[in-house]
């Protein structure tokens, strides 16, 4: 009981000195009388005066509040929507007066996806697009992979499939032609392709993103199918003009100015050059600036023509041994070449850079050797889709077509998807095609 007695004294003393010097600053407190059951004592304590569990519980049981809890995101909208109201108002003032040369600045960098998008949001901005200004801008940024524009065997009403190697998907557009035309791409320069109507002896210019197609004036050619064709332009950029050049193996040959709309036949074929040539169809020229480079066989070699001078060049190249299919190509203004190594049973495709000083193909890379075995003991039949920084490889043999892709830079293989139109599930063969930049300010 002395305990006890000692205790309620020494509680008193502090409950006086409470009310003498922290009544003016705070109010009173309320005491809470806390029994302590297993000593047999009781503890005196103020609210805040504890730490943990037991204060927190004072300090609801002092208010006489419920406990608090997380308020709805409706009523948290609710509270910031007048900052939000004029943080839009601030921004449509802001780019109200936004240049519109940094707009196509901004929009010539974006992938061709977003590009489309963007024209969707009004008609000024869709015009734009066809503004000389953005193909400036355009040309001058910095852009991805080419894309690939090919014709496929089946569907023959709307065989055109083109393929994004940066998405890896393939698309369907239709083509502004008469179903009853058998139209197939010979050549390509920048964001246009150069298609060949072999039924009408016509050659059509388009551009494959914003499907848009223009006729060249035709040609009394006998057979199309024994002609090369190239493209080169006439300065950077289609804004320049471009050119169609198209060479028979009987030294027959006319340039096409897209600045003039007219044919030519500029100079003479030169006589130290041996007719026929033999040139090699299944390998489309390569462009290097504005010399077009043909593959010739008997003897082997690379004939070569300056468009902007009319210069002509013949190189005989002896090919490497145990080669089948092979085609030129370009990368960074150097000549490659693309083949088949076939040797006893085995198969590989192979890539070879052509030396300026000796004139000698040097092999530089070719197809994984796991890759390599799904060929063996196969007939197969290589086609090259594309030839320039990156190229579509097309492997054929009987019940089996594989697309892949080999980039010159990267020096890497990817294997292709299976093209199929959206609506079935029918695999689709591809039969020829040409890469090209997308580009949806090149004109034709």
Same mark, same amino acid.
């Given at each position: 009981?002395?305990?006890?007695?000692?205790?309620?004294?020494?509680?008193?003393?502090?409950?006086?000195?409470?009310?003498?010097?922290?009544?003016?600053?705070?109010?009173?407190?309320?005491?809470?009388?806390?029994?302590?059951?297993?000593?047999?004592?009781?503890?005196?304590?103020?609210?805040?005066?504890?730490?943990?569990?037991?204060?927190?519980?004072?300090?609801?049981?002092?208010?006489?509040?419920?406990?608090?809890?997380?308020?709805?995101?409706?009523?948290?909208?609710?509270?910031?929507?007048?900052?939000?109201?004029?943080?839009?108002?601030?921004?449509?003032?802001?780019?109200?007066?936004?240049?519109?040369?940094?707009?196509?600045?901004?929009?010539?960098?974006?992938?061709?996806?977003?590009?489309?998008?963007?024209?969707?949001?009004?008609?000024?901005?869709?015009?734009?697009?066809?503004?000389?200004?953005?193909?400036?801008?355009?040309?001058?940024?910095?852009?991805?992979?080419?894309?690939?524009?090919?014709?496929?065997?089946?569907?023959?009403?709307?065989? &055109?499939?083109? #393929? !994004?190697? /940066?998405?890896?998907? =393939?698309?369907?557009? $239709?083509? @502004? +032609?008469?179903?009853?035309?058998?139209?197939?791409?010979?050549?390509?320069?920048?964001?246009?392709?150069?298609?060949?109507?072999?039924?009408?002896?016509?050659?059509?210019?388009?551009?494959?993103?914003?499907?848009?197609?223009?006729?060249?004036?035709?040609?009394?050619?006998?057979?199309?199918?024994?002609?090369?064709?190239?493209?080169?332009?006439?300065?950077?950029?289609?804004?320049?003009?471009?050119?169609?050049?198209?060479?028979?193996?009987?030294?027959?040959?006319?340039?096409?100015?897209?600045?003039?709309?007219?044919?030519?036949?500029?100079?003479?074929?030169?006589?130290?050059?041996?007719?026929?040539?033999?040139?090699?169809?299944?390998?489309?020229?390569?462009?290097?600036?504005?010399?077009?480079?043909?593959?010739?066989?008997?003897?082997?070699? &690379?004939?070569? #023509? !300056?468009? /902007?001078?009319?210069? =002509?060049?013949?190189? $005989?190249? @002896? +090919?490497?041994?145990?080669?089948?299919?092979?085609?030129?190509?370009?990368?960074?203004?150097?000549?490659?070449?693309?083949?088949?190594?076939?040797?006893?049973?085995?198969?590989?495709?192979?890539?070879?850079?052509?030396?300026?000083?000796?004139?000698?193909?040097?092999?530089?890379?070719?197809?994984?050797?796991?890759?390599?075995?799904?060929?063996?003991?196969?007939?197969?039949?290589?086609?090259?889709?594309?030839?320039?920084?990156?190229?579509?490889?097309?492997?054929?043999?009987?019940?089996?077509?594989?697309?892949?892709?080999?980039?010159?830079?990267?020096?890497?293989?990817?294997?292709?998807?299976?093209?199929?139109?959206?609506?079935?599930?029918?695999?689709?063969?591809?039969?020829?095609?040409?890469?090209?930049?997308?580009?949806?300010?090149?004109?034709?």
């Amino acid at each position: 009981m002395g305990e006890v007695a000692a205790l309620r004294q020494l509680v008193g003393q502090v409950q006086e000195l409470w009310d003498l010097y922290g009544a003016n600053a705070h109010p009173p407190l309320p005491r809470w009388y806390l029994l302590d059951f297993e000593h047999g004592s009781i503890k005196d304590d103020y609210c805040g005066g504890r730490t943990g569990y037991n204060s927190e519980l004072l300090k609801i049981m002092e208010t006489n509040q419920s406990p608090p809890r997380k308020r709805p995101r409706r009523d948290r909208n609710r509270e910031k929507a007048p900052c939000s109201n004029a943080t839009e108002v601030m921004q449509q003032e802001i780019w109200k007066e936004f240049p519109e040369d940094l707009f196509e600045t901004v929009i010539a960098r974006l992938p061709v996806a977003a590009i489309f998008r963007f024209r969707t949001v009004c008609r000024k901005w869709s015009s734009l697009l066809g503004s000389d200004s953005f193909s400036r801008q355009y040309s001058e940024a910095p852009h991805g992979l080419p894309w690939f524009y090919t014709i496929t065997h089946e569907n023959a009403n709307n065989n &055109v499939a083109m #393929y !994004d190697p /940066s998405s890896k998907k =393939w698309h369907h557009p $239709s083509v @502004p +032609l008469a179903p009853t035309k058998i139209v197939i791409p010979v050549a390509s320069v920048g964001g246009l392709v150069c298609l060949l109507d072999l039924s009408h002896r016509n050659f059509y210019i388009c551009n494959p993103l914003m499907q848009s197609l223009k006729e060249i004036p035709p040609r009394s050619v006998q057979g199309w199918s024994r002609v090369a064709v190239g493209m080169v332009f006439n300065g950077r950029n289609s804004n320049d003009g471009y050119k169609v050049m198209w060479l028979g193996n009987d030294g027959t040959y006319e340039v096409y100015d897209s600045t003039k709309n007219t044919w030519s036949c500029p100079g003479v074929f030169p006589p130290s050059i041996k007719l026929p040539l033999a040139l090699n169809f299944r390998s489309q020229p390569v462009a290097v600036g504005s010399t077009l480079y043909f593959m010739c066989a008997e003897p082997d070699g &690379v004939l070569s #023509y !300056d468009v /902007s001078n009319g210069v =002509w060049g013949q190189f $005989s190249i @002896p +090919l490497p041994l145990h080669l089948t299919d092979h085609t030129l190509a370009e990368f960074q203004g150097k000549v490659m070449l693309v083949g088949l190594l076939c040797k006893n049973a085995a198969t590989c495709v192979c890539i070879w850079e052509l030396q300026k000083m000796t004139l000698l193909w040097k092999e530089v890379d070719r197809m994984p050797n796991i890759w390599c075995l799904e060929f063996y003991g196969k007939h197969m039949k290589m086609t090259c889709l594309g030839n320039s920084g990156l190229l579509m490889l097309s492997l054929k043999a009987k019940r089996m077509n594989r697309l892949v892709t080999y980039n010159l830079f990267k020096r890497e293989w990817q294997k292709v998807p299976d093209c199929m139109l959206p609506c079935s599930r029918k695999k689709q063969w591809i039969a020829c095609g040409t890469a090209f930049d997308p580009c949806p300010s090149a004109l034709a």
